[in-house]
């Protein structure tokens, strides 16, 4: 089992999606929920594809981490 950072982004109308360690794996969706979902297909699909094509799958190494901030007005 791995476990692969994801980043979702606020855009116009959605949502937009991709994983920092599977560049190319992307998704959109209507809500962070479904983004979320479609996403984890994504994954599934690349790593599929990854696998079918003899590419070694890559190990996750991105970190996801929050800083807290004074915003001055």
Excluded: F
């Amino acid at each position: 089992m791995k476990r692969y950072a994801i980043v979702i982004e606020k855009a116009e109308a959605n949502y937009g999606g991709y994983v920092p360690d599977l560049p190319g794996c992307v998704a959109t969706g209507a809500t962070v929920e479904e983004t979320e979902q479609l996403l984890h297909e994504a994954i599934a699909l690349h790593l599929a594809g990854m696998r079918e094509d003899g590419v070694p799958i890559p190990e996750p190494s991105s970190v996801v981490d929050y800083l807290e901030m004074e915003v001055c007005a």
